[in-house]
């Protein structure tokens, strides 16, 4: 089983750019789609981006696209959300999620599908 721990969050400015990380405990990580996700106040928990375990296929939602990017790397266990111009919008807890797959080219868009998530870390961005 997968345990998650996000990092990377805090303050920024508009415009700024985060690199937010996902490090995976467990032996399972490098068989694993991940995913990014997001909670804003008073909003339904949204999807952000995703990743397949072999790192070859992905995808980010429009709201993000052009400007974050999600990237692993399986020799550390490690999963990152590089986010850049950003934007008050982007104001959200963020969370990592992950699901074990036969399938290195799968990803998962739904937060239903995955089985094991992180505690989540806080973005904040002023205007």
């Known amino acids: 089983q997968v345990q998650l721990v996000e990092s990377g969050g805090g303050l920024a400015q508009a415009g700024d750019s985060l690199r937010l990380s996902c490090a995976a405990s467990?032996?399972?990580?490098?068989?694993?789609?991940m995913g990014w996700f997001r909670r804003a106040p008073g909003k339904e928990r949204e999807f952000v981006a995703a990743?397949?375990?072999?790192?070859?296929?992905?995808d980010v939602a429009d709201s993000v696209v052009g400007r974050f990017t999600i990237s692993r790397d399986n020799a550390k266990n490690t999963m990152y959300l590089h986010m850049n111009s950003l934007k008050h919008e982007d104001t959200a807890v963020y969370y990592c999620?992950?699901?074990?797959?036969?399938?290195?080219?799968?990803?998962?868009?739904?937060?239903?599908?995955?089985?094991?998530w992180g505690q989540g870390t806080q973005v904040t961005v002023s205007s």
């Open positions: 990743i397949g375990w072999s790192g070859s296929s992905l």
């Open positions: 467990g032996r399972t990580f490098s068989s694993a789609a």
């Open positions: 999620a992950a699901r074990t797959t036969y399938f290195g080219g799968t990803v998962y868009l739904r937060p239903d599908e995955y089985t094991t």
